[in-house]
């Protein structure tokens, strides 16, 4: 397979490495684009990879967009027709990802996939949706699962309302609380405020400009906030009776795993 990967940040060159992995499944040669080239050059020089011109004309098998989510429609539009029988993206949001999929590739293989999580903590898991099958896309979710990754179907609309609590409500949370939290010797941490601590460095140790993708695709915050606000102004009664909500989403969730 001759795969176009275009974008070549974290994501990008994970994509990469993922398919020239020696445990993949699959005999793939990879090319970078990405708008800047020197981005470009530099993750292939470490790889067994060739750049292309981002803006250029190059065909090839397959087409995987590594680019942020509110570039993909119009990255869809632009490298369809460099697509000879699939193309996929790794964005982080499907539905716009899967339509405009549909609309500028409608005789290809399409998928969208989402590593649900950041590339220096692999393996982990990685929602995709396949809007259409064949031996490419086979291929490629193949490969994820070889390099240790649980790979798991999904729609759309399903990942999409999900990422309203587990990425953009959570990133809120954790951030508010770090902006809110005045600094204290070690010593007084508890473990839930410890644990948070940790949190909030990994959420931190990323780009921004992720981050406020996340927030612009997502609600969430939002929900997080009216609930910050319901605890702070609530007297006793309404305390526990928030707390015990919280106790049975808790064990909601415990029944779902």
Known sequence: MDLLVVGAGEIGRWVADTVSADAAPVDASVAFADRDPSVAADAAAGRDARTVDADGDSVHDAVCLAVPMSAVPAAVEAYAPRAERAIVDVSGEMTDAVAAMRDHAPDLERASYHPLFAPPRVPGNVAVVVDEGGPLVDSLSAAVGAGGNDVFETTAAEHDEAME???????????????????????????????????ADTVTEGSPAVYAEIQRAFDGAEDVADAAAAIADADAEAFAALYERARGDREGRDRLE
């Open 165 to 199: 609590t587990v990425q953009a409500g959570a990133h809120a949370a954790i951030l508010a609380w770090r902006l809110a939290a005045e600094p204290v010797r070690e010593e007084f941490h508890t473990p839930v405020s410890a644990a948070l601590d940790e949190v």
